[in-house]
């Protein structure tokens, strides 16, 4: 497989600047195995079951992005992913100024600082902050800045609107650095009109890291290598997805990715802590999930791979097709698609 073969045009005007309001008012493509439907994500319960589950991902995306310096010199930190030890994976931009032993202290919030513990060739490194747990999160909210993908623009950097919007109604637990965009188009009172029809939900933990944002290199698919996230499935949500009568519908990628990281052979869900860096693409035997619903993904990208590997990579291009020249949204803030499985 070549990169090129995940190739599509993609207009700029369908690049999503805003959120649809409300959120479940956005449109949904339901892409059945023989026919494409227009729908919006309010119809969900139309197209779920009694007996289905949803699983989906409770990460809340932290103010990733910071400013700290070295004496004179200023680096840019983005936090990635927080390790089992209790530091943080994080990339720097001149990380070339970064050498194990160093403390680099951040700007926007008192006596908040960082110690590089080692430095990746890639220009990661891994740091110790001087403070953990509330007094950790405190100092984020004063000093970081939402880490907002490239492609949605502000000038002037993220909005207040931006630090409500970018959080999905499951958030519960600080961690991710991008949104599991899939669970934006949800509402309480659309979680209220699922339950109404039988249809569970259930989350697992997925913190989405800064590797999200970075685009494939080179055109050997078999080459590339995600970064890790840190995730997690507690017994309990294991048992209830286990337990389900119905569908299992994995809501985004990174649910998915994390159910399939935890799946044994049969398909049974086992309890996980640790980190993935599972790369799906087509060829990948699912064991999971019977649905997957996802927002439309950029091309050449691992995220379209996953969907073609999902669906059908013929399926999704035509999907895609579809929803170009119906004028769906595109990326983080943009529509939904539901696909069944190949």
């Given at each position: 497989m070549r990169t090129a073969d995940f190739d599509f045009a993609l207009?700029?005007?369908?690049?999503?600047?805003?959120?649809?309001?409300?959120?479940?008012?956005?449109?949904?493509?339901?892409?059945?195995?023989?026919?494409?439907?227009?729908?919006?994500?309010?119809d969900l319960p139309a197209l779920l079951r009694p007996g289905d589950v949803l699983v989906a991902n409770d990460t809340r995306v932290i103010p990733a992005q910071l400013s700290a310096r070295r004496g004179d010199a200023r680096i840019g930190i983005t936090l990635d992913r927080p390790l089992a030890d209790g530091t943080w994976h994080a990339l720097a931009r001149n990380a070339r100024r970064l050498h194990p032993g160093n403390v680099i202290r951040?700007?926007?919030?008192?006596?908040?600082?960082?110690?590089?513990?080692?430095?990746?060739?890639?220009?990661?490194?891994?740091?110790?902050?001087?403070?953990?747990?509330?007094?950790?999160?405190?100092?984020?909210?004063?000093?970081g800045a939402l880490a907002l993908p490239p492609y949605i623009a502000r000038?002037?950097?993220?909005?207040?609107?931006?630090?409500?919007?970018?959080?999905?109604?499951?958030?519960?637990?600080?961690?991710?650095?991008?949104?599991?965009?899939?669970?934006?188009?949800?509402?309480?009172?659309?979680?209220?009109?699922?339950?109404?029809?039988?249809?569970?939900?259930?989350?697992?933990?997925?913190?989405?890291?800064?590797?999200?944002?970075?685009?494939m290199r080179g055109e050997d698919v078999a080459a590339h290598r995600l970064h890790a996230e840190r995730g997690e499935i507690t017994e309990a949500a294991a048992a209830t997805i286990n337990a389900a009568s119905g569908r299992v519908v994995a809501v985004g990628t990174t649910s998915l990715r994390l159910l399939e990281s935890a799946a044994a052979e049969d398909?049974?869900?086992?309890?996980?802590?640790?980190?993935?860096?599972?790369?799906?693409?087509?060829?990948?035997?699912?064991?999971?999930?019977?649905?997957?619903?996802?927002?439309?993904?950029?091309?050449?990208?691992?995220?379209?791979?996953?969907?073609?590997?999902?669906?059908?990579t013929g399926r999704m291009h035509a999907a895609y097709a579809h929803a170009i020249d119906a004028g769906y949204r595109f990326y983080s803030y943009g529509d939904a698609s539901l696909l069944e499985r190949a």
């Open positions: 207009p700029e005007d369908r690049i999503a600047q805003q959120p649809a309001r409300p959120r479940d008012a956005a449109r949904l493509l339901h892409v059945a195995r023989d026919d494409l439907d227009d729908r919006i994500v309010r951040f700007e926007g919030a008192a006596d908040f600082a960082a110690e590089v513990r080692a430095r990746d060739p890639d220009g990661g490194v891994t740091l110790a902050f001087n403070r953990e747990g509330a007094a950790f999160a405190q100092a984020l909210r004063e000093a000038p002037s950097g993220p909005t207040e609107a931006d630090a409500a919007d970018y959080q999905t109604v499951f958030a519960a637990r600080d961690g991710a650095v991008a949104a599991p965009t899939a669970g934006l188009h949800f509402t309480p009172d659309l979680l209220a009109m699922l339950a109404a029809r039988g249809v569970a939900h259930v989350t697992v933990t997925l913190h989405v890291g800064a590797g999200t944002f970075l685009p398909g049974t869900i086992r309890p996980f802590a640790g980190e993935t860096d599972l790369f799906i693409r087509p060829g990948h035997r699912f064991r999971t999930a019977d649905l997957l619903m996802t927002n439309f993904h950029l091309p050449r990208s691992t995220l379209f791979m996953l969907v073609c590997a999902f669906a059908g």
